[in-house]
């Protein structure tokens, strides 16, 4: 029985491009692919899929957001994020979400059909040259944080979100109310020029407010 794949990439010429490649190459597979967040959703609440290939910017939804609420439909998908941001931060909220690999757009045909193949209990795999990932968060760096004019508390929160955790997670650890996290990401996003979790983790990775 041919496996069930759904890709989600609002790059149309990479999403199709992709696609050919899998059902060329790949294993007599069913590929449902999907430019837009919304249909994703919606098709994959109504459908038993096996793999999931998850871009994490699409439409200007976040990737990782859109895994989050698919988690109960995933029980037993593997997911695999393909994303053109090979960062430690991302690979490393990837693993802690459940996702089963985070490959780079440039991953060969062959790599990726080789993930997608392998049992759902295989270890979690990435194709970073450099897979020693430092899962400790140091302290942001003040000089950045002054550039962009952060308060405490949105370091705070800009920290826990890089460590993978929910609005509700980092108010429940803050002692604040989810609305007031809510309200400083907001801020958070205004003053760094970002619209996602995902642009937030490679903007504090790029320009090293953690070490």
Excluded at 17 to 46: H, P, R, V, W
Excluded at 170 to 176: R, S
Excluded at 186 to 205: D, G, H, P, V
């Amino acid at each position: 029985m041919p496996k069930q794949l759904v890709i989600c990439d609002d790059h149309t010429l990479f999403l199709s491009g992709i696609t050919q490649l899998l059902q060329k190459l790949g294993n007599n597979y069913e590929i449902t692919a999907f430019s837009d967040s919304k249909n994703c959703q919606t098709y994959i609440q109504q459908h038993i899929i096996d793999v999931f290939i998850c871009d994490l910017n699409i439409d200007n939804a976040d990737g990782f957001e859109l895994i989050s609420n698919l988690k109960p439909y995933l029980k037993n998908t593997k997911i695999i994020v393909l994303s053109a941001y090979l960062e430690d931060f991302l690979i490393q909220k990837a693993q802690k979400m459940g996702a089963h690999a985070f490959l780079k757009k440039e991953t060969t045909a062959l790599e990726l059909i080789n993930v997608i193949e392998a049992d759902l209990n295989t270890p979690f795999y990435t194709n970073k040259i450099n897979k020693n990932i430092n899962p400790s968060f140091a302290q942001l760096d003040n000089n950045t944080a002054n550039k962009f004019k952060l308060t405490q508390q949105e370091k705070q929160i800009i920290k826990l979100i890089c460590q993978g955790q929910t609005s509700q997670q980092a108010a429940q650890q803050l002692n604040i109310s989810k609305t007031t996290v809510d309200t400083h990401r907001k801020n958070i996003n205004r003053k760094l020029n970002i619209t996602s979790t995902s642009t937030l983790i490679k903007f504090a990775n790029e320009n090293n407010l953690f070490s």
